[in-house]
C-alpha cells in the first residue's frame, strides 16, 4: 500500500461521477481534495471518516497549506488520540461546495471559467453522497464517521443514507435539523458577503479583488456564536485594546472587537466567498427528519449502527436540546446510542478545543466498537 | 458475576436471564451493565443523569445516555426490553408511580430495588433520637440527600396490590446478607423486587 498513489496527504480525486444531486442538477465530473492517515488493515475493518465543520478542510491533522498552522482537530485526530493513524485508517475530505480543492463554485467549470454562482446548491446528503463515491475509490466499504458540528450532521446522514456501511457514529456539537437561529445567523452572514460591492454577484474570480470585507464580517458574527457569553467576558471583558481610555471614535477601543476583526481578516486568506454561500445553505437546509417522512426516528429504523452523541452546557448555538432530540429518535428505532453533556467553557467551538472528557468518551466508545 | 457489584446489584445480575435485552435506568458507572455484558452477554443500554457517570460507563464502551428517570423514559417503545432495572433510584424520583409504570411499559419485567425506611434502626433513630436518620443505605444528611420519596418494604407491596403488578420475585438484605420474608420490613435495610404487569 505504500505506493497506492490514493494513499496519504494531499490528495485529489477526479470522479466521473455523475452525481445527482438533491436540488435536481447532477454533478459530473466530481474532484475530491482529500487526506488519509494511517493503513487499511486487512479486513478493512479499521476506517474512520471524519467529517469536518463548515470552514474545515481535508488537513485534520496536518499543516494547513495557506496558514501554516496545524491540522485543525490534532487534540482528536494523531498519535496517542482517540483517532489513531497507529490503529487507523482516517479519511478526511474536503466537502462538495469547498473551496480547498473539492468541486465548488471557485472552481473551474466545463466551459473553463469558475462556476461562481452556476454551481448547484448543495445538501448535506449530496456531500456525503460525495465522500462515499470517494471511499469506493478508496475500496474503503464500512466505516466508522466522526465529525462535529457541520461534520456531526453528515455523520447523522451517513448513518441515514448508507446504515449498512456506517458501523459507529459520533456526533459532536450537532443537531438533526437547523433551527430558525442557525438559519438567521447564517443569513445575517450571507446579506453581508453579498451586500459588499466586490461580491458582483459572485463573479469576481478573475479580479483578484473579492468580498474580503462582507466575508470577514460573517465570520465575525458567525464567530460570535462559536463561544459563550462567559466564554467572552473571561477572555476579553471590557477589557481596551492597548490603550488607556476609549477613543471616542470607531477603531477597535476594546479586546473583543480586535479579535473578531482579527478573526475576520484572517478568515478571508484561507476561505471563499462564495464558498461560504454555498455550504451555509447546506446547512440551512438540513433537516433529516423532513427527510424521512417528518419523524426523525424513521432515519434510523433497523440500524446496526452504533451511535455516540456529545453536546456541551455551553453551546447555544447547538444546544443540548437538539442531541437529545436525536437520543430520543435513537431509542426509539432501538438503536444503540449514548449520549452525554459534557461541561467546558468554550461553548460551540468546545468541540474543536482541549475537553479532555471528550476524549476520553471518543476513545472508550470507539474502542468499544472494536476500533 | 464479579463479587465486587454492590449487593442488590448482584441479586439482580444473577436473576437475568443470559441474553436479555436490558434497560438500567440510574445505571450509575455502568457497573451492573458491564457485569451483565461481560458475564451474560446482555444487550445493555442505561439511562444516567450524572455526567461523569455517564462519561464513565461510555468509556467503557456501554451505551448509556444521559437523562432523568422522571422525564426520558417516555420516548422509549413498549416492551423494547426484557428487563427495566431501576436500582436504587425509586426514592429519588419525582414521581416515583409514574417512574414504576413507565418501567413495566418498556421492559417485560422489571427490578426495582430500593432502602427500606421501616428498617429498625432507622425507626430507631426516630423513634429515639428524633432526628432524621442517616444510615449506611441512607447515608446523607436530610437537607443532602437525593431521596425525596421514602418508601418501606410494606408501602412497595401495597403499591403492587393497588395496581395490580405480580411480584415474580423478592430479596431482602441486612448488611449485605439475605435475610427471610418474615418481618423484612422490620430487619432489612433493603430490598429488591422483580415485578410485571399481570397478563
Known amino acids: 500500500m505504500e505506493h497506492d498513489e490514493r494513499f496519504g496527504h494531499a490528495r485529489s480525486v477526479t470522479l466521473p461521477g455523475p452525481l445527482a444531486l438533491d436540488g435536481g442538477q447532477s454533478l459530473a465530473p466530481v474532484t475530491i481534495a482529500y487526506e488519509t492517515y494511517g493503513t487499511l488493515n486487512a479486513d478493512r475493518s479499521n476506517a474512520v471518516l471524519v467529517c469536518h465543520a463548515l470552514t474545515g478542510d481535508q488537513h485534520v491533522a496536518s499543516i494547513h497549506p495557506t496558514t501554516g498552522k496545524p491540522g485543525w482537530w490534532t487534540r482528536m485526530v494523531g498519535p496517542g488520540q482517540p483517532i489513531d493513524p497507529a490503529r487507523h485508517f482516517i479519511v478526511c475530505a474536503n466537502v462538495l461546495g469547498s473551496c480547498m480543492g473539492s468541486s465548488g463554485p471557485a472552481m473551474a467549470a466545463a466551459d473553463g471559467l469558475p462556476f461562481a454562482m452556476r454551481f448547484p446548491v448543495i445538501t448535506i446528503r449530496d456531500m456525503v453522497r460525495a465522500q462515499a463515491m470517494l471511499l469506493d475509490h478508496l475500496g474503503v466499504g464500512t466505516i466508522t464517521a466522526v465529525g462535529g458540528s457541520m461534520g456531526g450532521m453528515q455523520v447523522l446522514e451517513w448513518a441515514a443514507t448508507y446504515p449498512t456501511r456506517v458501523r459507529s457514529a459520533v456526533v459532536i456539537a450537532s443537531a438533526a435539523r437547523h433551527s430558525a437561529q442557525n438559519i438567521a445567523f447564517h443569513e445575517v452572514g450571507r446579506q453581508a458577503i453579498m451586500a459588499d460591492p466586490k461580491w458582483r454577484g459572485g463573479d469576481y474570480y478573475a479580479s483578484d479583488d473579492p468580498p474580503a470585507a462582507g466575508l470577514a464580517v460573517a465570520r465575525m458574527a458567525a464567530h460570535i456564536t462559536y463561544l459563550s457569553e462567559a466564554g467572552l467576558t473571561e477572555k476579553f471583558g471590557r477589557r481596551l485594546q492597548k490603550r488607556e481610555a476609549v477613543g471616542f471614535g470607531f477603531d477597535a477601543d476594546f479586546q473583543v472587537e480586535s479579535y473578531l476583526r482579527h478573526q475576520g481578516i484572517s478568515f478571508v486568506d484561507r476561505f471563499d466567498a462564495n464558498s461560504y454561500l454555498y455550504i451555509t445553505r447546506a446547512m440551512d437546509y438540513f433537516d433529516l427528519a423532513e427527510e424521512h417522512g417528518g419523524l426523525l426516528a424513521n432515519a434510523f429504523r433497523q440500524t446496526a449502527t452504533r451511535f455516540c452523541l456529545v453536546s456541551f452546557d455551553t453551546d447555544w448555538l447547538y444546544p443540548t436540546r437538539e442531541s437529545r432530540s436525536i437520543v430520543q429518535a435513537l431509542n426509539a428505532a432501538g438503536a444503540a446510542a449514548s449520549f452525554v453533556e459534557l461541561s467546558s467553557p468554550f461553548g460551540h467551538d468546545a468541540f474543536l478545543l482541549d475537553v479532555p472528557q471528550l476524549n476520553r468518551v471518543v476513545d472508550g466508545f470507539l474502542r468499544a466498537g472494536g476500533l | ?199
Open chain 2, 1 to 199: 458475576m464479579p463479587d465486587t457489584l454492590r449487593p442488590d446489584l448482584a441479586i439482580i445480575a444473577d436473576h437475568v436471564a443470559p441474553g436479555s435485552r436490558v434497560l438500567d435506568v440510574g445505571c450509575g458507572d455502568g457497573a451492573l451493565m458491564a457485569a451483565l455484558r461481560d458475564h451474560a452477554h446482555v444487550d445493555a443500554r442505561g439511562i444516567e443523569i450524572d455526567a461523569a457517570n455517564v462519561a464513565t460507563a461510555v468509556a467503557r464502551g456501554l451505551s448509556v445516555v444521559q437523562g432523568d428517570a422522571d422525564v426520558d423514559l417516555a420516548g422509549y417503545p413498549s416492551g423494547a426490553f426484557d428487563y427495566a432495572i431501576l436500582s436504587q433510584t425509586l426514592q429519588t424520583a419525582r414521581a416515583p408511580d409514574r417512574v414504576l409504570e413507565e418501567l413495566l411499559r418498556i421492559g417485560r419485567r422489571a427490578f426495582v430495588s430500593f432502602p427500606n425506611f421501616a428498617y429498625w434502626r432507622v425507626r430507631m433513630s426516630l423513634l429515639w433520637g428524633g432526628r432524621m436518620p442517616v444510615t449506611r443505605t441512607l447515608p446523607e444528611a436530610w437537607y443532602a440527600t437525593p431521596n425525596i420519596h421514602h418508601v418501606t418494604i410494606d408501602d412497595f407491596r401495597a403499591f403492587l396490590k393497588e395496581r395490580g403488578i405480580v411480584t415474580e420475585g423478592a430479596w431482602f438484605l441486612s448488611g449485605d446478607r439475605l435475610t427471610s420474608a418474615a418481618a423484612a420490613n422490620f430487619r432489612a435495610d433493603h430490598a429488591v423486587f422483580l415485578i410485571r404487569r399481570s397478563a
